[in-house]
């Protein structure tokens, strides 16, 4: 365990060690619609404006010039919290009814689907598929398919009954490598007002839907609560977010390794993993760190309210408050404040949507990205007083 998040930690470290920017850039925002920008090699793709409306940009991280842009209506439709899948070859969007195939690399259209009901605004994939679930026609169960990433071919995987789809939560389905085998998992939340909660995790070897196992991850309830966010997966290792519930489960054996009850949820803050520990920006204004190994409370620190957004560096973690929409740099080795930050002079806020990586971050204020080297944070943005209860 310790060896595999050692080298997730190397291999984020050598991410950021690309070259740095040269100045500072500014690319206009959508205005209609945003997502959290997306790195492919040294290309930022993000939401923007172009002269034929709200269009889908990749820019130079260095410089800020256009690589390619795309226009589409159908972008006002993302939600800002969607995870879209990116690899080498591919992006898939998951917008509403419409799976969107493109290249990273061109912009161009490799291929889309439409169906009759919209998606999860979540998909995963694993370099061969994207998986993606659906509610079915019927209105009485949820459908996992699979898309090819070549062709666009979809299959289906699973048909799952539950109560009603319009109250169950039923998310794509998460490839994992257990060190033997492959497999999916997807979190289900099977809700029935005014009755029980079915929270559990649907886990299957691949080639084996018909053999799905269900693991109940968070006790049944009568508000509706269990695991709704994305998880972190590392090989046979996962970690989710049901309510106030932070669970490792141990996706080779079946098993819970280890739960932590936390005074508040994260409503639709995400769990983040970085070095060995995990990262949690909760409702009580704090930011929590944990280790990812035993679930050990390593420190926690007053931040902002939710949704907040947490972001890692080599050198350092950063967050945007929800509510106060500044900027937090973090010495993560000690829990210490280190900075916060808000734009110069122009009185806008923070937008919690921005990219940290390859020496800069690229910050949003609703109107323009704002592209500023870290090293000249406190030089080019306004730093603010730090609270006493953040001083150590």
Known sequence: MRYLIVVWG????????????????VVPCSGHFEFYPLNWEQLLILSSSCDSGPCIKAVDLRSGEEAWSL????????????????DERYLVLPVGRELICLSPKTGEILWQSRRSRPGDSHVFGDGQFVYRSYAAPTDTAFEWIRFDLDSGRDSLLLVSPVSKASRCLMRSPVPFFDGCDSGLVSPVIDYE????????????????????VRHTIYPDNEQGRGPGLPPVVAGKHSWWVASQDVVSFDLANEKIVWRVTLPHGLLTSRLTLHGENLFLACEDEKLYTIAASTGKLQWSLPTAGTPSRVFHTPEATYLIGGSDQVLYEIDRHKGQLLGRYTFQRTGRKLRRVAYFGHGVAVLNDGRDWQAVPLTALPTQLRRLQVPRNNRR
């Not at 226009?71 to 990116?86: A, E, R």
């Open 71 to 86: 226009s589409d209506t159908l972008f006002n439709q993302v939600y800002y919290n969607f995870q879209p899948y990116l």
């Open 10 to 25: 190397l291999l984020i470290s050598l991410a950021g060690c690309s070259s740095a920017l040269q100045e500072s850039w």
């Open 193 to 212: 007002p005014r009755g029980l909660t079915e929270s559990y995790l649907l886990i299957w070897k691949r080639g084996q839907p018909a053999a799905a």
